[in-house]
């Protein structure tokens, strides 16, 4: 048989939701279950409701992840200009070879035209990305760059597939 609600519970509910306990905190603290801690509380008149303080913590916690959203497009963009800036750099290659499976390397003025499809194929992964993450400010043409931007990704993306096992042409 359950206990009756006595006056000590009601005090230590009013006190405790004074401290701005929680429902399950002050049902731990005093012993009872959660629903007989709310039903004392309704006849308190005290609420529960943290209504104010969950919005206010979303809040907060939106305006941080659209921060860290907007350092990793702005990381996004400086990877894309590193790598944007090693089609035309030079570069050794090496690779295992030849009967007694020796490494060699051959320096080039450039990378290979693979290697620069795969380059510009990453380029433009993280500028997509990038620009996922943190949308380009608007201004005349904004929505025409971005379709422009989307639309080469897709095209370097798809031609990187297509020919992914082909020889270098260059």
Avoid: Y
């Amino acid at each position: 048989m359950r206990e009756p609600i006595s006056d000590a519970d009601r005090d230590a509910v009013r006190r405790l939701h004074a401290e701005g306990k929680s429902r399950n905190d002050i049902a731990r603290t005093i012993g009872r279950s959660g629903s007989t801690v709310t039903k004392i509380a309704r006849s308190l008149d005290l609420s529960f409701e943290r209504g104010p303080e969950v919005v206010a913590a979303t809040e907060a916690r939106r305006v941080d992840l659209a921060a860290r959203r907007q350092q990793l497009a702005e990381a996004l963009h400086e990877d894309a200009e590193r790598l944007r800036a090693q089609l035309w750099e030079p570069c050794t290659v090496g690779a295992f070879g030849g009967r007694d499976n020796i490494w060699s390397e051959q320096a080039l003025d450039r990378p290979t035209f693979s290697d620069q499809r795969q380059i510009l194929a990453a380029t433009s992964i993280a500028v997509d990305k990038s620009l996922r993450l943190a949308p380009a400010e608007g201004g005349e043409g904004a929505d025409d760059v971005r379709s422009m931007l989307g639309t080469l990704g897709s095209v370097l993306a798809e031609a990187f597939a297509d020919d992914e096992g082909a020889d270098d042409g260059g």
